[in-house]
């Protein structure tokens, strides 16, 4: 397993205004991911955190409105640019631990953007 | 493509209780299945997971789900709810080496005393 820490946990901002979230892993992981979870609805992948290289996104999901950085196996950042209020969801950060042959997925606890 | 349907969005049971949340998926080849659960203002805790082998499988919670391969279901049960049991649970598949799991749209229990 893994202990994932995000911060921050909840934020409100204002439009126009960007935003980075941290992810930080107690342990060594192989695949760290970024979903969205916007209100009310289900998960749904923004990008995979790539080590020491550019992030691979989804469709929908272009690197200027969320440039995400990996520097090192347990630590990466999602920035959500330029936000506004249909950014409002909760973001989460998720890994694959070391030695996982199977898709199994540990999730932080989110950080809930509010964009007034 | 994969996907995961979960038909039902919201179920109310008492407590004590039994509990069958339902799922369905669809993906290509042998799917790896999951359910997590995800209580208000936390992240999702994994609840149990499918992988091969016995159809039947034993989760966290005394929740348990059962794999039906022909009818491409996955259904979550618990056989007597407890209070704390209120949460969104999400059904997803993915695959062996495949990270990227779909999830379905999630279904809200809500426990009456």
């Known amino acids: 397993s893994a202990v994932i820490s995000q911060k921050p946990s909840r934020d409100i901002c204002q439009r126009g205004t960007s935003l980075t979230i941290q992810c930080q892993v107690d342990?060594?992981?192989?695949?760290m991911f970024w979903y969205r979870q916007q209100p009310g609805q289900s998960l749904t992948l923004i990008a995979t955190?790539?080590?020491?290289?550019?992030?691979?996104?989804e469709s929908g999901f272009v690197i200027d409105k969320f440039p995400i950085s990996r520097p090192n196996l347990t630590f990466s950042t999602l920035t959500v640019s330029n936000m506004s209020p249909e950014d409002s969801s909760i973001y989460l950060c998720?890994?694959?631990?070391?030695?996982?042959?199977?898709?199994?997925?540990?999730f932080g606890e989110g950080s809930r953007l509010t964009v007034l | 493509a994969q996907s995961v349907t979960q038909p039902d969005i919201h179920i109310t049971v008492s407590e004590g209780a039994s509990l069958e949340l339902r799922c369905n998926y669809s993906y290509g080849a042998t799917p790896y299945l999951f359910w997590y659960v995800q209580s208000p203002g936390q992240g999702l805790q994994l609840l149990l997971k499918y992988f091969s082998g016995d159809t039947l499988v034993q989760g966290i919670k005394g929740f348990e789900a059962e794999f039906k391969r022909s009818q491409s279901s996955f259904n979550l049960r618990k056989p007597s709810v407890h209070w704390s049991d209120a949460a969104e649970y999400f059904c997803a598949v993915g695959g062996a080496y495949d990270y990227k799991l779909s999830f379905g749209a999630g279904t809200t229990v809500t426990v009456r005393a």
């Open positions: 998720s890994v694959v631990v070391t030695g996982s042959i199977t898709g199994e997925l540990f």
């Open positions: 955190a790539n080590q020491g290289s550019e992030a691979t996104y």
């Open positions: 342990s060594q992981v192989t695949m």
